[in-house]
């Protein structure tokens, strides 16, 4: 197999790249999908800072392992506009989400810019059922990971083997599997069963998050995922576990959630000097 060079525009965008052997004999050009994309001087400040986040939160997602190819969405309202929220351009990997790149869309699942973008009405369906019936959740993060999934298919669920786990003690909601999430009918079923919580499983399909910021939902995803993926190789084992009795469970759920300073002053500022370390560009 020759060795293949890849030339990348001067932003660091695959574009219309140029695929050079290094012998020089033979050259391919080869387009690669246009992305519409809006400038900041475009949106408020309010909408940039919140797609900053939210381009942040995207590769976040993607560095622990936590993406699926251009799958699943996270979605956030618009602080200035709460009626319209932001969705990753469909296509996309989640590593080469921008601020720019971000879609805003209303809450019918109407693009308002960038013009020509494209979403996923899967994405649309799920994240619009929250949205619409909580005016405080304003990020939804959702994830199709191999241990998530493998969790949502279990008849017990999510066991509290782990001090993560513990954290959604009583605090998690259950969505039956309805198919491939395209129905506007399911919405009212999806906001039922996420009921108080912050988090939900979805049977056979994967979970869900919520917060009032994309530091919070993130938060919680990386317990959540990181409770699952502890539980399928403690099943894994075939050894016997033990479960604490629920006096402590609640106990540590209370301390859990009751952490007096929040996400986006005790993880947040980290987790963006990782970025800036493994995956700058996010705010571009």
């Not at 929220?85 to 989640?94: A, D, Q, S």
């Not at 919680?220 to 894994?236: D, H, T």
């Amino acid at each position: 197999m020759k060795p293949w060079r890849v030339w990348r525009c001067h932003n660091g965008a695959l574009c219309n790249a140029h695929y050079t052997c290094q012998n020089g004999k033979e050259r391919v050009n080869l387009r690669v999908m246009s992305v519409p994309r809006i400038s900041k001087r475009e949106v408020s400040a309010a909408e940039w800072q919140a797609r900053v986040d939210l381009a942040a939160c995207y590769r976040l997602v993607e560095h622990f392992g936590m993406d699926d190819l251009v799958y699943t969405h996270i979605t956030l309202r618009v602080p200035d506009a709460p009626d319209r929220f932001l969705i990753n351009p469909f296509g996309v990997m989640f590593g080469d989400i921008t601020a720019s790149n971000l879609v805003c869309v209303n809450l019918s699942g109407e693009v308002m810019h960038p013009a020509g973008a494209r979403v996923n009405p899967a994405g649309f369906i799920v994240h619009s059922a929250i949205h619409l019936k909580s005016t405080d959740a304003h990020c939804v993060l959702h994830t199709h990971t191999e241990a998530g999934m493998a969790v949502s298919a279990l008849d017990c669920g999510l066991l509290m083997l782990n001090q993560k786990a513990m954290q959604f003690h009583n605090r998690i909601g259950y969505h039956a599997f309805e198919g491939m999430a395209l129905a506007e009918e399911e919405r009212e079923s999806l906001f039922q069963d996420l009921g108080p919580h912050k988090a939900m499983i979805l049977r056979h399909h994967g979970v869900l998050c919520v917060g009032e910021d994309v530091s919070e939902a993130f938060s919680l995803a990386y317990a959540l995922e990181i409770s699952c993926r502890v539980q399928m190789k403690i099943l894994a084992s075939a050894q016997p576990y033990m479960i604490p009795d629920e006096e402590v469970l609640e106990q540590t759920a209370r301390q859990l959630n009751g952490f007096p300073v929040p996400p986006r002053e005790r993880e947040w500022p980290g987790l963006l000097q990782l970025l800036e370390r493994v995956n700058p560009g996010y705010d571009a």
